[in-house]
Structures are given as structure tokens and as C-alpha cells.
């Protein structure tokens, strides 16, 4: 489904009836406001292009470069007529997608599927006592403080906790806060961190330097 929103987002970009003006072994197509567009045109994107009195003949480019009013297209040999008008097609970035199912196939190969689809949950009660706070911002914040105990008692295990929540609202200080308190508990715990980026990593690391021995984390 994510794959076929993206693709018909990615549709109502076409720039139908356009000429493609050459520079040096590159082609110009000419944008007004080429940042505003929504979805954005990215660098290395990949892009169709047909001409438009010729359907049939299609032809693969990449988006060289992206500029205020215009976009360099690399169409890696195939020579363009500059009297022609072309229909130029966008096409969204799918490695994202393609490395999600990827993980599916691993899953299944792997034979961990238990641990994203268990066939149940455990029923054993969760105690909302004892639990003393690190943080004083999750004193305060009983979202924050549900989360961390249903993490900490392990209430969706073998299934992972999902966290979710839009920039701001208190993420990494609750997977901070979870971190200690499973140390708290355990302090021969191991427990492995990962992130999107370098900087997110990062972020983690000093916000847990914060609380813990810098001989207990490992960057």
C-alpha cells in the first residue's frame, strides 16, 4: 500500500509537453520553483521519459541535479531531440520499500517470525509499582511512564514494543528512561541500541551518559 501511494504521489508531478533543452551531456528541464514541488524532486531519483508523439518509446534518466527553477537530468547516452516535447514521468525512491521486504523474506528464513508475529501475548500481570523515576521530565508524563513500564515488564514480548509519535513528543527521553530502568533491574543486561542515522545514535549515547558509567555504554 505505502509502495502504491508513493507511486501515485510521485504521478501527480509529471510534467507532460516539455522540451529538454541539452547541456553539455546532460538535459535541462525547466521548473519554476523546483523546491515547492511536492512530493520533492530529489537528487538521484529516477525518472521515464517518453516522447510525446511517440509512446511507446521509453526511455530511463536520473535527476542529476536539482536547482531553484529547473532540474539537470542524466540520460545515461540516449541522445533527445531538442525539438521534441516529452512527457517526463518521476519516480519515487524505493529502496526503502525494497529493503522492507527484504527483512520480511530474512524473517522468514531466519526463522524468527515469532518475535514480529506471535501467535500470542502473554498474560502474566504487569506491576506498576516500584518504579522510581530517573528522569523528572517522566515524573510527570503518565504516557511516558506507561510506555516505559510496559517495555520494562516486557508486556508485547516476543513481539517488539512499538513506540510511536511525531517529532518532539518524547521519544528518545522514553527509550532513555526504559534503558536505565531494565539496568536498574538487571545490571548484567545487554542491551543493543540502533537508529536511523549516526546522529540519532549519537544522540541516544549522550542523553545515556547522562545517567549511566561511560564504561557501561558502547558507541
Not at 79 to 95: A, K, M, Q, S
Request: net charge neutral; proline share 6%; aromatic share 8%.
Amino acid at each position: 500500500m505505502e509502495d502504491c501511494a508513493a507511486t501515485e504521489q510521485f504521478a501527480s508531478i509529471d510534467k507532460l509537453g516539455k522540451k529538454l533543452i541539452s547541456q553539455e551531456k546532460y538535459y535541462v528541464l525547466q521548473i519554476p520553483n523546483v523546491p515547492e514541488q511536492s512530493p520533492a524532486i530529489m537528487e538521484g531519483g529516477e525518472v521515464i521519459v517518453v516522447p510525446s508523439n511517440e509512446v511507446s518509446k521509453k526511455m530511463i534518466g536520473r535527476v542529476y541535479q536539482v536547482r531553484t527553477n529547473d532540474i539537470v537530468l542524466d540520460m545515461d547516452g540516449d541522445i533527445l531531440d531538442r525539438n521534441t516535447l516529452y512527457n517526463i514521468h518521476f519516480l519515487p525512491n524505493r529502496v526503502t520499500i525494497q529493503l522492507e521486504r527484504e527483512a520480511l523474506n530474512y524473517v522468514s528464513m531466519n526463522k524468527i517470525s515469532k518475535f514480529f508475529f506471535p501467535k500470542s501475548l502473554p498474560t502474566h500481570p504487569i506491576d506498576y509499582r516500584g518504579f522510581e523515576w530517573i528522569n523528572e521530565s517522566v515524573k510527570t508524563n503518565p504516557e511516558q511512564q506507561s510506555a516505559i513500564i510496559h517495555i520494562v515488564e516486557k508486556a508485547s514480548f516476543p513481539a517488539p514494543y512499538i513506540l510511536m509519535g511525531p517529532p518532539g513528543t518524547g521519544k528518545t527521553t522514553t527509550i532513555v528512561e526504559a534503558v536505565c530502568q531494565i539496568l536498574k533491574r538487571d545490571k548484567d543486561a545487554k542491551i543493543l541500541i540502533a537508529a536511523s542515522s549516526n546522529y540519532a545514535c549519537d544522540v541516544l549515547a549522550l542523553r545515556l551518559l547522562k545517567y549511566l558509567p561511560n564504561e557501561t555504554v558502547f558507541r
